[in-house]
């Protein structure tokens, strides 16, 4: 499934004087979404992340709790602008479809596919997502 992708501009002022190529190729991202809120039930906090992947099938790893959850995924997207402005609306824009708590986002990583794998390699990067799904912390 496919995704309209929705640019968003860097604030450099680009197109004023600043000749830049076309770049249509899509790179993979890696982002860690992180919410946050009031205790809302175990079971309606899993339900609804089920229900997010579910709709959702790019979803790799969601953990959570009964006040906070962490969200994993790799989003393709042109640059990290727009994998940014995808990830800042993904709950927003699912919070009643999925019936997801009325958590706020509280942190957003955003990491191109080679620095995530350098990090893992390294030892301090996030641990590939095993198992993938929803799960607690």
Do not use: N
């Not at 991202?29 to 992180?34: D, F, K, P, R």
């Amino acid at each position: 499934m496919r995704r309209a992708l929705t640019s968003v501009g860097t604030g450099d002022g680009e197109g004023a004087g600043h000749e830049q190529e076309p770049d249509h190729d899509s790179r993979l991202w890696h982002v860690t979404l992180s919410v946050s809120g009031k205790p809302a039930p175990l079971s309606e906090v899993r339900r609804g992340l089920e229900q997010l992947a579910h709709d959702h099938p790019f979803l790799l790893t969601s953990r959570y709790a009964d006040d906070h959850a962490e969200i994993r995924y790799w989003e393709e997207a042109r640059d990290l602008h727009d994998a940014a402005a995808v990830a800042l609306r993904l709950w927003g824009e699912h919070r009643s479809s999925a019936q997801l708590p009325p958590w706020e986002i509280v942190g957003l990583e955003v990491i191109d596919r080679s620095t995530y794998h350098q990090r893992v390699a390294e030892g301090y990067g996030p641990p590939p997502a095993h198992p993938v799904g929803v799960h607690p912390y």
